[in-house]
């Protein structure tokens, strides 16, 4: 059986997959089993932080798994207490963490903080978490119910959990607080929902008033944090300090591991909280050399000439071609540009894909780039090479 018969075969069709098979990667490239060369502007979507084969980061894993990989949470592990002291000093935060595997699972923790704050806190006992329109928060039932989308609340998975409520813009939020409403949580830049920054000082006034109501602000940087925004945190750019922000995809560099983390710091207690996996030797020993890799590129001022270069190219793709783009959007590396349409849009990342460059989608008819953060000036030039020759081809048949 080839490969994509084998996966339609025994892996349940979740996903709407491209049946290109990657055998091998190195920084941005990746190779395919037919041997053809692309520029990875994806990275595994905002996971490959530090670049396939990273050679620091696999001696890393190596060198761990033939120590320990896992012990479990019974026993105190040296680079899960190491990893959340570094992310502590990197965010400027007083704060603890708890470590999980995902995204959803980082902002599952979230919610149980919250609500346990609400119950602790509020003789109502608050419980209500305000979200926004165009959100991502997850997969699961929780954080899918968390997730401001309409279309991905389909009864097929019903009933989902109460306790959340969607509101369109952040200005809506003030009006929609009532007594049972214990949080709000939001992405700094809306990632899956179109690369979609808010405004610095709408963010800020958010948070004061929060503060004031004793009210937690919880940010989602499972996509923004990790250096994304151009700072170790987006929350660090917007210059505010949340109660709660969760972390996940770019953390391991690909190893899965997501984290919670908050200035609450005595609100779990042994028995509240729990993963299996979460926090394990290979997973944070692998994310402890990500960001060691990490915090030299941004020390050594790297990652803010590829955010200019980005910056550039991005600005003369939106400038010159008024007819495929309407406008740039997004915030460090990580970036968009939004389509005249939904067919413009699938064509770009389908006309790119076949240019050997690999760009991503996202809401509102955005393609999406969130390129490696270690991505060399050659690598980043190729790639617009490569998606200025693809978009040249739709402008000709438009
Ligand atoms: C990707 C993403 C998630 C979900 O992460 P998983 O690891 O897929 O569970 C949650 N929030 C945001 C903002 C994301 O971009």
Redesign the pocket.
């Given at each position: 059986m080839n490969l994509e018969n084998l996966d339609k075969e025994y892996v349940l069709h979740s996903y709407g997959r491209n049946y290109t098979s990657f055998v091998k990667g190195e920084g941005a490239k990746l190779f395919s089993s037919d041997g053809k060369e692309y520029i990875d502007f994806g990275s595994g979507?905002?996971v490959c932080s530090v670049g396939h084969a990273n050679p620091k980061l696999a001696e890393a894993v190596c060198e761990q798994a033939k120590k320990l990989i896992h012990t479990s949470n019974l026993w105190v592990i040296e680079p899960q207490a190491k990893l959340a002291q570094r992310i502590v000093e990197l965010s400027g935060y007083d704060m603890r963490l708890f470590f999980g595997n995902?995204?959803?699972?980082?902002?599952e923790g979230a919610v149980k903080i919250a609500r346990k704050y609400g119950q602790q806190n509020f003789e109502s006992k608050r419980y209500k978490i305000i979200t926004l329109e165009h959100?991502?928060?997850?997969?699961?039932i929780t954080?899918v119910k968390a997730t401001g989308q309409e279309k991905m609340h389909t009864p097929n998975f019903s009933p989902y959990p109460d306790g959340f409520l969607h509101v369109k813009s952040i200005d809506a939020i003030y009006k929609a607080i009532d007594s049972d409403t214990v949080a709000v949580m939001i992405?700094l830049v809306?990632?899956?929902g179109g690369v979609q920054p808010f405004l610095k000082s709408e963010v800020q006034e958010l948070a004061k008033f929060l503060k004031a109501e004793g009210l937690l602000l919880i940010v989602?940087?499972?996509?923004?944090g990790v250096y994304r925004s151009g700072e170790f945190l987006a929350s660090n750019y917007y210059g505010i300090e949340p109660d709660i922000i969760?972390l996940?995809?770019g953390l391991g560099g690909g190893l899965p591991i997501?984290a919670v983390m908050t200035s609450l710091k005595d609100i779990f207690e042994p028995g509240d909280h729990g993963s299996t996996f979460g926090g394990n030797y290979l997973s944070t020993q692998g994310a402890l050399t990500v960001l060691e890799i990490l915090e030299s590129e941004y020390k050594e001022e790297r990652i803010e000439e590829r955010i200019a270069l980005f910056d550039s190219y991005l600005a003369k793709m939106a400038d010159s071609l008024p007819q495929i783009f309407e406008y740039s959007v997004g915030l460090g590396l990580m970036r968009g540009l939004r389509c005249k349409s939904a067919e413009v849009q699938n064509s770009v990342v389908s006309k790119a894909f076949e240019h050997g460059l690999i760009v991503l989608k996202a809401g509102r008819n955005t393609v999406r780039f969130l390129p490696p953060l270690t991505i060399t000036k050659e690598e980043i030039v190729e790639g617009f090479k490569r998606f200025e020759a693809a978009v040249m081809e739709i402008e000709d048949s438009e």
């Amino acid at each position: 059986m080839n490969l994509e018969n084998l996966d339609k075969e025994y892996v349940l069709h979740s996903y709407g997959r491209n049946y290109t098979s990657f055998v091998k990667g190195e920084g941005a490239k990746l190779f395919s089993s037919d041997g053809k060369e692309y520029i990875d502007f994806g990275s595994g979507i905002g996971v490959c932080s530090v670049g396939h084969a990273n050679p620091k980061l696999a001696e890393a894993v190596c060198e761990q798994a033939k120590k320990l990989i896992h012990t479990s949470n019974l026993w105190v592990i040296e680079p899960q207490a190491k990893l959340a002291q570094r992310i502590v000093e990197l965010s400027g935060y007083d704060m603890r963490l708890f470590f999980g595997n995902s995204g959803a699972e980082a902002n599952e923790g979230a919610v149980k903080i919250a609500r346990k704050y609400g119950q602790q806190n509020f003789e109502s006992k608050r419980y209500k978490i305000i979200t926004l329109e165009h959100s991502f928060h997850g997969r699961t039932i929780t954080t899918v119910k968390a997730t401001g989308q309409e279309k991905m609340h389909t009864p097929n998975f019903s009933p989902y959990p109460d306790g959340f409520l969607h509101v369109k813009s952040i200005d809506a939020i003030y009006k929609a607080i009532d007594s049972d409403t214990v949080a709000v949580m939001i992405e700094l830049v809306q990632g899956e929902g179109g690369v979609q920054p808010f405004l610095k000082s709408e963010v800020q006034e958010l948070a004061k008033f929060l503060k004031a109501e004793g009210l937690l602000l919880i940010v989602d940087e499972v996509q923004t944090g990790v250096y994304r925004s151009g700072e170790f945190l987006a929350s660090n750019y917007y210059g505010i300090e949340p109660d709660i922000i969760t972390l996940a995809k770019g953390l391991g560099g690909g190893l899965p591991i997501g984290a919670v983390m908050t200035s609450l710091k005595d609100i779990f207690e042994p028995g509240d909280h729990g993963s299996t996996f979460g926090g394990n030797y290979l997973s944070t020993q692998g994310a402890l050399t990500v960001l060691e890799i990490l915090e030299s590129e941004y020390k050594e001022e790297r990652i803010e000439e590829r955010i200019a270069l980005f910056d550039s190219y991005l600005a003369k793709m939106a400038d010159s071609l008024p007819q495929i783009f309407e406008y740039s959007v997004g915030l460090g590396l990580m970036r968009g540009l939004r389509c005249k349409s939904a067919e413009v849009q699938n064509s770009v990342v389908s006309k790119a894909f076949e240019h050997g460059l690999i760009v991503l989608k996202a809401g509102r008819n955005t393609v999406r780039f969130l390129p490696p953060l270690t991505i060399t000036k050659e690598e980043i030039v190729e790639g617009f090479k490569r998606f200025e020759a693809a978009v040249m081809e739709i402008e000709d048949s438009e």
